[in-house]
């Protein structure tokens, strides 16, 4: 009974430890896109009319109704997205459960580590952010809670320990990476038909890979130009992109397969075959591969079993039965 209760907490903490970084990653994604598109949305050389519609469609689970009503507004889309503590998936939200699945771990993480996120806690509830949405200030504002992702990755890098816990932070982050990333695709190519090959016009695939920090590395990159099939190319098969799903879903197998033990070999094999199965799907595609599947079924299929990963994890390691 007490060795059954021991490994129920193991698992306990493992589950926290996986999502407070799911959390901040999910904060970090919507973060970049708002300050991005709030950027965008005060250009006024694009010939397209602005619209918050692609950003709510990838980071709220409202419905057309009710995203028509506000994907005009800015400043009611950045109070929405950031801290409003109606809507489950806001920064602060976000930041909050993060914060309450550290509070439960403290002994699992560094002091260094507690107080990132605390102090991150605090900064996205002050009263000074939603007077910087009202006042014009959002890009500083935003800047300033992009640090807090930067300063919360940067000091687990340097002040945690390597080991299960460490593997769990990581398992969490990638996988959402992965997610975010097929998200975002699929909802800015849905405005083209899922057509690779169609000339949007430059200022939109600029604007998409300047909201996951990919427009240097594309330059640098492709000397064509910014075109739909290279944007693929980066943000699903360029292993040298951070963000792209393949280089997420290296990190993943690499920190799972740390995981094997003799306790749990047959859990561990369960789950190894299913990351390592879309690993090599994703490592052996090329761009006429998804051409022929076509971009939505594809990025669809790479959904699926990614979330598949993470319903696994949660039955056999999480002890969400």
């Not at 589950?15 to 006024?44: C, H, P, Q």
């Not at 409003?84 to 560094?110: F, P, Y």
């Not at 000074?128 to 200030?137: L, T």
């Amino acid at each position: 009974m007490w060795q059954h209760l021991k490994l129920f907490m193991l698992s306990r903490i493992a589950d926290s430890l996986f999502w407070i970084t799911r959390y901040v990653e999910r904060a970090d994604g919507i973060l970049r896109m708002l300050k991005v598109n709030y950027a965008s949305s005060l250009d006024k050389s694009s010939d397209s009319e602005f619209t918050w519609k692609p950003v709510l469609k990838i980071f709220t689970a409202l419905d057309d109704t009710s995203i028509a009503k506000m994907e005009h507004d800015s400043i009611a889309v950045l109070h929405y997205m950031v801290d409003d503590k109606a809507n489950s998936n806001s920064v602060i939200n976000m930041i909050t459960r993060s914060r309450e699945n550290a509070r439960g771990v403290q002994d699992h993480i560094t002091l260094e580590v507690w107080e990132c996120l605390n102090d991150f806690y605090h900064d996205v509830r002050d009263i000074k952010v939603s007077k910087a949405i009202d006042n014009d200030e959002a890009i500083s504002m935003l800047s300033g809670l992009i640090k807090n992702c930067l300063s919360f990755y940067g000091t687990a890098d340097i002040t945690m320990s390597r080991g299960q816990g460490w593997l769990f932070m990581n398992i969490g982050k990638f996988i959402e990476r992965a997610i975010q990333t097929v998200d975002i695709l699929d909802v800015k190519f849905s405005d083209v038909k899922y057509d690779m090959n169609a000339n949007s016009d430059t200022p939109y695939w600029k604007y998409l890979l300047m909201s996951v920090s990919g427009y240097e590395l594309y330059l640098k990159t492709y000397r064509t130009g910014v075109q739909g099939h290279n944007v693929v190319d980066q943000m699903v098969l360029n292993i040298d992109y951070p963000r792209s799903v393949l280089y997420s879903l290296i990190q993943i197998s690499r920190n799972f397969k740390k995981l094997r033990s003799d306790r749990n070999i047959e859990s561990y094999e369960k789950i190894d075959f299913l990351i390592g199965r879309l690993k090599s799907n994703v490592q052996y595609s090329n761009i006429e591969m998804i051409e022929k599947i076509g971009l939505h079924n594809y990025l669809n299929e790479v959904r699926k079993e990614l979330y598949t990963i993470g319903n696994s994890l949660n039955t056999y390691y999480f002890a969400h039965h």
